[in-house]
Nanobody, 117 residues
């Protein structure tokens, strides 16, 4: 069973860059046909898909966040990362990483992020 764990600062200042890392265990991020995604959830609202990186390193980002969202991976560490630039208080959400093939069936526990000076 693949397990995922998010890590990163819980507090970011406005206009700065949020950087989060997802560490994957129990499987390789280069396993064929796997997709690894970042998803966030504002308080009291639904999930928002931010983007993903597949087993070959191809990246897709949500059109609404494309200008500010950067996803990458570190294959030796079996990690993938999220960078969200120029954050505002509206980016204060719980951030999840998830993985799967036909669906995202493995999720991290989520990490809350606050945006405040």
């Amino acid at each position: 069973q693949v397990q995922l764990q998010e890590s990163g600062p819980g507090l970011v200042k406005p206009s700065q860059t949020l950087s989060l890392t997802c560490t994957v265990s129990g499987g390789s991020i280069t396993t064929n046909n796997y997709y690894w995604a970042w998803i966030r959830q504002p308080p009291g609202k639904g999930l928002e898909y931010m983007g993903c990186i597949d087993s070959r390193g191809n990246i897709v980002t949500s059109p609404s966040l494309k200008r500010r969202t950067f996803i990458s991976r570190d294959t030796p560490k079996n990690q993938f990362t999220l960078q969200l630039t120029f954050v505002t208080p509206e980016d204060a959400d719980v951030y999840y990483c998830a993985g799967g093939t036909d669906m995202y069936d493995s999720w991290g526990q989520g990490t809350p992020v606050t945006v405040s000076s």
